[in-house]
């Protein structure tokens, strides 16, 4: 089993820590990878992953250590800058190699589906947020889910296919399906099948 987990040292550095778990210990954490992150502490929610690559994106979403100190709630102390894009860490599982390539725009990933490699391109799909959506989880609060109407433009996102090559170190992004049919999450796929290029992954719409 694979996982991720942020890291803070005392020097203020911050660093994405990609980790495995092998059944002969389960309480004991292997470190596959290490990413720097800067002085930024990250916001993480999921990967893309399959036997040969985890696929780390590093959304300008990052947490006001202060504010979460002083006890403000978690969606407050949420930042969002949209003059960064967002980056891509494409770890190598053999060696923990990695590969940082810039998406060229700024979003938001939640959850990812299949992952898989095809003429040494690195097929990733995923529900993406645009930039516009500085608040993206505040679209869960009571307040905001009492306003039908607003809940597509706010919490809208899309289903978007991003084609890594693992020669040239670039990305291209498209979209499979765009928001107009509302946010686009929760996607599963016959996990038999992770790693091998597969026809159909199972979504659920919101607020359309």
């Given at each position: 089993m694979f996982g991720i987990c942020g890291d803070i040292e005392p020097t203020g550095t911050n660093?994405?820590?990609?980790?495995?778990?092998?059944?002969?210990?389960i309480h004991k954490r292997i470190v596959v990878a290490t990413i720097?992150?800067?002085?930024?502490?990250?916001?993480?929610?999921?990967?893309?992953?399959?036997?040969?690559?985890?696929?780390?994106?590093?959304?300008?979403?990052?947490?006001?250590?202060?504010?979460?100190?002083?006890?403000?709630?978690l969606i407050d102390c949420m930042t969002y800058d949209n003059e960064k894009n967002t980056i891509l860490h494409v770890v190598k599982l053999e060696d923990g190699s990695v590969e940082t390539?810039?998406?060229?725009?700024?979003?938001?990933?939640?959850?990812?589906g299949n992952q898989y490699v095809k003429d040494n391109k690195l097929i990733v799909d995923a529900s993406t947020y645009?930039?516009?959506?500085?608040?993206?989880?505040?679209?869960?609060?009571?307040?905001?889910?009492?306003?039908?109407?607003?809940?597509?433009?706010?919490?809208?996102?899309?289903?978007?296919?991003?084609?890594?090559?693992?020669?040239?170190?670039?990305?291209?992004?498209?979209?499979l399906?765009?928001?107009?049919?509302?946010?686009?999450?929760?996607p599963a796929f016959n996990h038999l099948m992770r790693g091998q290029e597969t026809c159909f992954t199972y979504l659920t719409a919101f607020w359309r």
């Open positions: 660093h994405l820590i990609l980790y495995k778990i092998e059944p002969e210990n720097s992150t800067g002085k930024v502490p990250v916001y993480e929610h999921s990967f893309g992953f399959n036997e040969e690559y985890a696929t780390i994106f590093q959304h300008p979403v990052s947490f006001d250590m202060t504010k979460q100190i002083l006890g403000y709630p390539i810039d998406s060229g725009f700024p979003f938001q990933m939640m959850h990812t645009t930039c516009s959506q500085e608040k993206l989880f505040a679209t869960l609060t009571f307040d905001n889910m009492k306003k039908q109407s607003d809940m597509l433009e706010q919490g809208g996102g899309s289903w978007t296919r991003f084609e890594i090559d693992l020669t040239e170190k670039t990305v291209n992004h498209f979209d399906i765009e928001k107009e049919f509302g946010g686009l999450e929760l």
